[in-house]
């Protein structure tokens, strides 16, 4: 059951917040935890328990953690990470069956979890209840984003007693909070059912076609398309997850900012799946130095970075690639950036705008052999394999033309900024509301398609 189901939408979404709300402020911490293991147990109930133990193991911990104890930081980590390399190493012996859905991400909240309380981040030391649901909060389970403690301990709805106002006002606040959630429930769902899945589409036809039969521009086009299609798809979940935390009490988690418009590939990476990037950052690059002692440790300290990056996405040889291709136009501006060139911006931009989809097509294609099939025709320097038909890029721009344009257009950032300051005025409503009438629509013709993260 994902986001755009409609048992999500119709029946365990309105129930639960029915019941949520029905609750006592002070108990609405043990129905968040029910409400999200019988979520998560729709999955694989198998899994329930994986997630159970590791909570448990790192409330266990927390109270030395906090206090500077580094065996138990330690314990914590090694514990964590070593359950994530397990199950991705059953998983890619297994199948899928094998892999517990959403674990990177949760084990990731782990992590951050301890090592705030190692660094002093946390405010006051955490309850078994709020641990609990922490690890397990349901909007955020299965794809992230990564949140932190910190974040999880402005949460409002079960922090004050509900006695605290009065109950007109308490009721205002519940229908504020439920309004501006489903303003950014709806806009995601939009992004990924009338646009990624619609993109996904033409992805899956030149699949269909075979890479050694497509002509230049329909290769480039794929390019492209696998790209609006990734952006839309996983930028969707994040705002739905982020508007049913908003319906929660939980403050809004912004996991993407506009990351195509972003003049390099560094900041690129600091606008693309924001929580990660962080991680990553406050977790493993700084740990080793940073950038503060030289070319060499930075370089070394990138490519730790981007190796595990690559590693916690799969174990596949193109999610090197991706990550070294990635590593390699980071390194490329960082030179330009010391010799203070005039063509960083210029090479900036073409990165973000080239090179990104590009890296994103090694993403895209495990097999090496398909993979180099497609850079061939990217790149035709030989003569193709198959038979190129020259009219295909006509063709499926045609077929697909508006919902590419669409992507274009909410991909400029001024776009979405409108959408962010005017999401209450009537108009807007309005085009939501029709939105969300499209989208049912389109969920009940297709059958809804999986989000493409929650295969990480």
């Known amino acids: 059951m994902t986001f755009t189901d409609f048992d999500f939408l119709f029946r365990f979404l309105p129930v639960f917040l029915f019941v949520y ?3 006592p402020a002070v108990v609405r911490i043990y129905v968040l935890i029910a409400g999200s293991y019988f979520f998560y147990a729709l999955f694989d109930i198998r899994f ?4 159970l133990l590791l909570s448990l193991w790192n409330y ?3 109270g030395l953690v906090r206090r500077g104890n580094r065996r138990a930081f330690a314990a914590g980590v090694t514990v964590d990470v070593a359950s994530l390399v397990l199950a991705k190493a059953f998983g890619a012996v ?3 069956a094998w892999m517990p859905v959403g674990m990177s991400f949760y084990v990731f909240r782990m992590l951050f979890f301890l090592a705030d309380g190692y660094r002093g981040k946390m405010k006051k030391e955490p309850t078994l209840p709020d641990s609990l649901a922490f690890f397990c909060l349901f909007p955020q389970l299965l794809s992230g984003p990564i949140m932190r403690y910190a974040d999880f ?6 922090r004050e007693p509900a006695e605290a106002t009065g109950w007109r006002r308490r009721l205002r606040n519940i229908f504020v909070r439920l309004e501006n959630g489903l303003t950014w429930l709806i806009f995601g769902m939009a992004a990924k059912v009338l646009l990624a899945d619609h993109l996904r589409s033409l992805w899956n036809a030149l699949y269909g076609i075979g890479y050694e039969s497509l002509s230049t521009p329909l290769a480039w086009l794929g390019v492209y398309t696998y790209s609006m299609e990734l952006y839309y798809d996983f930028w969707g979940y994040s705002l739905m997850a982020a508007g049913v935390g908003v319906m929660i009490g939980l403050p809004m988690i912004e996991n993407f900012r506009q990351p195509y418009a972003a003049g390099g590939v560094s900041e690129f990476y600091r606008r693309w799946h924001v929580t ?7 977790n493993v690059y700084i740990p080793l130095g940073g950038s503060r002692n030289g070319w060499l440790k ?3 300290n990138l490519g730790i970075v981007w190796l595990l990056t690559g590693l916690w996405h799969g174990i596949t040889v193109n999610f090197l690639f991706w990550a070294g291709a990635v590593l390699f136009m980071i390194l490329m501006e960082r030179e330009l950036k010391d010799r203070r060139s005039r063509l960083l911006h210029l090479v900036g931009r073409l990165h973000v705008l080239v090179g990104i989809p590009l890296t994103w097509l090694m993403f895209a294609v495990s097999d090496t052999e398909r993979l180099s099939a497609y850079f061939q025709r990217l790149f035709p320097i030989r003569e193709a ?3 190129v038909y020259d009219g295909d890029f006509l063709k499926y721009v045609s077929a697909y033309g508006i919902y590419l344009f669409f992507s274009l257009v909410f991909m400029i950032p001024s776009v979405y900024h409108y959408f962010e300051r005017h999401r209450r005025t009537p108009a807007v409503t309005a085009g939501l509301t029709a939105l969300f009438v499209l989208c049912l629509i389109s969920l009940a013709r297709a059958g809804g398609n999986p989000f493409l993260y929650l295969q990480f």
């Open 21 to 23: 709300y029905l609750a």
């Open 48 to 51: 329930c328990l994986i997630l």
């Open 60 to 62: 266990a911990l927390v």
């Open 94 to 96: 297994g199948g899928p």
């Open 153 to 158: 301990e402005r949460s409002s709805a079960f």
């Open 276 to 282: 990660l990037g962080d991680f990553f950052r406050e």
């Open 298 to 300: 930075t370089v070394r």
């Open 385 to 387: 394999v198959g038979t």
